[in-house]
């Protein structure tokens, strides 16, 4: 496994490489990751995951600075899942200037996560973008958890007329449903022990329990609930009576800790 810190040298070793499937990270990986990568296997003869903390998609009062770095672990992740190259540029390297050009994503971009986390969306794609041109692959893949941001970067392909296909991993749960993510290790014991009812609840609205509910049951069980919306799976719209592709998304905070996760129904 080759690891590439810069454009160029990415460009080069990549350049006699075939059909590149492709999985961008911010790293500390998990095992929600390495079924990405293996989606990724499955598509292309190559894989290239990148790893780099983007500035751009945190809000001053996010966790930009405490985001867990363990490259080291992930370097050892990667090589014995069969990884080819793992790209991991310097900030300097992906931000050499202020990047003043970026990336508009659609109004809903705004709505669900984008209402408490203005200004992600618009940093998610810039990057994505970036490292689409960097890799430039024939598919990258994209875990459905962060489901807004699989239908945003769809979006972008279709519209910016990219050659890559994007491929949808499912979610990777804990035993006890916790959806996996790199934030659950800020969790104390005893916020990880209740960290799974956000999926239980969201799986109670899919049984018919009204969003208002999952909100206040949350609310009951200490959480600060940011929302609980059923949305139109396509395209995150809102869902009208009668529609039958649905997917229930929530977010909440659980002490310093925010998660997100959704079902779809
Ligand atoms: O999902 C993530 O880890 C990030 O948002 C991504 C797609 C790597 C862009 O920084």
């Given at each position: 496994m080759e690891i590439l810190r810069d454009i160029g040298a990415l460009r080069g070793a990549l350049a006699a490489a075939g059909p590149v499937g492709f999985v961008p990270t911010m790293g500390n990986l998990h095992e929600g990751h390495l079924s990405l990568v293996r989606l990724a296997r499955r598509e292309a003869r190559t894989v290239v995951v990148s790893i780099f903390v983007n500035r751009?998609?945190?809000?001053?009062?996010?966790d930009f600075d405490r985001y867990p770095r363990t490259f080291e672990r992930d370097r050892l992740l990667l090589e014995a899942a069969g990884v080819e190259f793992v790209f991991a540029p310097d900030e300097l390297t992906l931000y050499?200037?202020?990047?003043?050009?970026?990336v508009q994503p659609?109004?809903?971009?705004?709505?669900?996560e984008g209402r408490f986390r203005p200004g992600f969306f618009e940093g998610v794609s810039t990057v994505v973008l970036k490292l689409f041109n960097c890799v430039q692959p024939a598919c990258a893949v994209f875990g459905k958890k962060d489901y807004q941001q699989l239908v945003i970067v769809r979006g972008m392909v279709r519209q910016l007329d990219l050659p890559i296909a994007v491929v949808a991993g499912d979610t990777t749960r804990e035993a006890d449903g916790l959806a996996m993510s790199?934030?659950?290790?800020?969790?104390s014991a005893d916020e990880r022990r209740e960290a799974p009812r956000l999926y239980r609840v969201l799986k109670n609205v899919k049984q018919g329990l009204a969003p208002e509910h999952g909100v206040r049951e949350l609310a009951r069980a200490g959480w600060q609930p940011d929302y609980i919306e059923v949305r139109r799976?396509?395209?995150?719209?809102l869902s009208q009576p009668g529609d039958t592709e649905l997917i229930v998304l929530g977010a909440a905070r659980l002490g310093a800790t925010r998660l997100i996760d959704n079902v779809e129904f």
């Amino acid at each position: 496994m080759e690891i590439l810190r810069d454009i160029g040298a990415l460009r080069g070793a990549l350049a006699a490489a075939g059909p590149v499937g492709f999985v961008p990270t911010m790293g500390n990986l998990h095992e929600g990751h390495l079924s990405l990568v293996r989606l990724a296997r499955r598509e292309a003869r190559t894989v290239v995951v990148s790893i780099f903390v983007n500035r751009l998609q945190f809000l001053p009062s996010e966790d930009f600075d405490r985001y867990p770095r363990t490259f080291e672990r992930d370097r050892l992740l990667l090589e014995a899942a069969g990884v080819e190259f793992v790209f991991a540029p310097d900030e300097l390297t992906l931000y050499p200037e202020p990047q003043t050009y970026r990336v508009q994503p659609p109004p809903m971009a705004g709505e669900l996560e984008g209402r408490f986390r203005p200004g992600f969306f618009e940093g998610v794609s810039t990057v994505v973008l970036k490292l689409f041109n960097c890799v430039q692959p024939a598919c990258a893949v994209f875990g459905k958890k962060d489901y807004q941001q699989l239908v945003i970067v769809r979006g972008m392909v279709r519209q910016l007329d990219l050659p890559i296909a994007v491929v949808a991993g499912d979610t990777t749960r804990e035993a006890d449903g916790l959806a996996m993510s790199s934030r659950n290790r800020y969790l104390s014991a005893d916020e990880r022990r209740e960290a799974p009812r956000l999926y239980r609840v969201l799986k109670n609205v899919k049984q018919g329990l009204a969003p208002e509910h999952g909100v206040r049951e949350l609310a009951r069980a200490g959480w600060q609930p940011d929302y609980i919306e059923v949305r139109r799976k396509g395209d995150l719209s809102l869902s009208q009576p009668g529609d039958t592709e649905l997917i229930v998304l929530g977010a909440a905070r659980l002490g310093a800790t925010r998660l997100i996760d959704n079902v779809e129904f």
